[in-house]
């Protein structure tokens, strides 16, 4: 019922900025959360940051607190992730995702969303 697709990624050097972009077609989404997932080979993936309904409440991975800022646009379907001060273990696929149902809140884990996107590589080099 709803495509998402990302995009943005690249290759960059450390110190490096990268915007990433989520579009989402189908049915709406405005009426529950967000958030940008990353996966490196053997591990788990993991919530990179989240944002709620409206976009008045978002949180960040302790690792990217002060780098990553995620915002959103209702009116345009998209969701943004502006990656600055890029590390090399900030390297990964990164995701976008969105819920199925209503919601308020602002969801950190995988079960919480129901549609993903293929996924954007960012790849940090030092």
């Known amino acids: 019922q709803v495509q998402l697709v990302e995009s943005g990624g690249g290759l960059v050097q450390a110190g490096g900025s990268l915007r990433l972009s989520c579009l989402a077609s189908g049915r709406t989404f405005s009426s529950s959360g967000m958030g940008w997932f990353r996966q490196v080979p053997g591990k788990e993936r993991e919530v990179v940051a989240a944002?709620?309904?409206?976009?008045?409440?978002?949180y960040y991975a302790d690792s990217t607190k002060g780098r990553f800022t995620i915002s959103r646009d209702n009116a345009k379907n998209t969701v943004h992730l502006q990656m600055n001060s890029l590390k090399p273990e900030d390297t990964a696929v990164y995701y976008c995702?969105?819920?199925?149902?209503?919601?308020?809140?602002?969801?950190?884990?995988?079960?919480?969303?129901?549609?993903w996107g293929q996924g954007t590589q960012v790849t940090v080099s030092s």
């Open positions: 995702a969105a819920r199925g149902s209503i919601g308020t809140r602002v969801y950190l884990v995988q079960a919480d969303y129901d549609y």
């Open positions: 944002i709620n309904w409206t976009g008045g409440s978002a």
